[in-house]
């Protein structure tokens, strides 16, 4: 029990370091607390909703219809790009819109960052929890620590930068702009995510090739492919803590109103430290 406990709270630290990262950097105009409470809340059905659609497409489709199964290519890169990222990634994003789309605090550029990724590290954290508590496992817990919550978070910065995009358009009343980022904040962060998903997945056939080997040269070019994957899942980490850097640095510092402040708000260097 004891183990578990321990588990859950690794489990849940990384989505609330990177979550209080985003508010931090929110300089201009903070978000209330209920607002954030609201995306924390409104996610929880769409997590259920993710898992129930990955698994129509997956268990009905690929397994039932296809007899694809864990190591096949094909059926890996249909899973990825066409179920898990999509599906995960329309239910963040509902998952943040629902609350947010109308509010009147939604009127600075990196409010969709926030609000994005509030809804991302929701998913992670819950999603996090349960492959941790599953596994019991500390070293699932490291390796998704520095590797999965990260890339949620990664594909929630991309939707907000569309999202808040996407409102900005509407408020101008560029409805074409407005269409436009809405589907680039679903199908980039989607795209992401399916190619994060796809190279963390193709480690399971090759393993399989390797050890199903009959030669000595059958053996290398398996674990070759393997070490070239393991190699562009280390670049891939790299490029998503510099992307995490260098985006929420430049967004933070461009931030501006786009829409009328609340009523009561305060400018920055006026507030009490």
Not at 22 to 43: N, Q, Y
Not at 92 to 97: D, E, I, N, S, T
Request: charged share 15%.
């Amino acid at each position: 029990m004891i183990l578990l406990i321990i588990l859950v709270i690794l489990a849940i630290i990384p989505g609330v370091v990177l979550l209080l990262i985003s508010g931090k950097m929110d300089r201009v105009d903070k978000e209330s607390p209920g607002i954030l409470v609201s995306i924390l809340l409104m996610e929880l059905p769409f997590i259920l909703a993710a898992a129930l659609l990955e698994c129509l497409f997956d268990d009905l489709i690929l397994t039932g219809l296809f007899g694809f199964d864990e190591t096949n290519v094909l059926g890996i890169l249909i899973r990825c790009f066409l179920i898990i990222g999509p599906a995960e990634e329309f239910c963040k994003y509902m998952g943040a819109r629902i609350p947010t789309w109308s509010s009147p605090q939604f009127n600075c550029k990196y409010d969709g960052i926030v609000y994005c990724t509030t809804s991302a590290m929701s998913f992670a954290i819950i999603e996090n929890i349960l492959y941790v508590a599953t596994s019991g496992s500390f070293v699932t817990a490291l390796l998704r620590a520095v590797m999965s919550v990260p890339g949620h978070f990664m594909f929630g910065v991309c939707m907000g930068i569309f999202y808040s995009r996407a409102k900005i358009a509407q408020v101008k009343g560029d409805n074409a702009g407005k269409s436009r980022n809405i589907w680039l904040a679903l199908i980039i962060p989607a795209v992401f995510h399916g190619l994060y998903d796809s190279l963390c997945f193709l480690a399971v056939p090759l393993a399989v090739s390797a050890e199903a080997a009959e030669s000595d040269a059958e053996i290398v070019a398996a674990l070759g492919l393997l070490l070239l994957l393991l190699g562009a899942m280390f670049v891939l980490i790299i490029g998503i803590y510099v992307f995490l850097f260098i985006t929420l640095r430049k967004e933070s510092k461009s931030d501006y109103f786009f829409a009328p402040p609340m009523p009561g708000w305060v400018p920055p260097r006026f507030r009490k430290k």
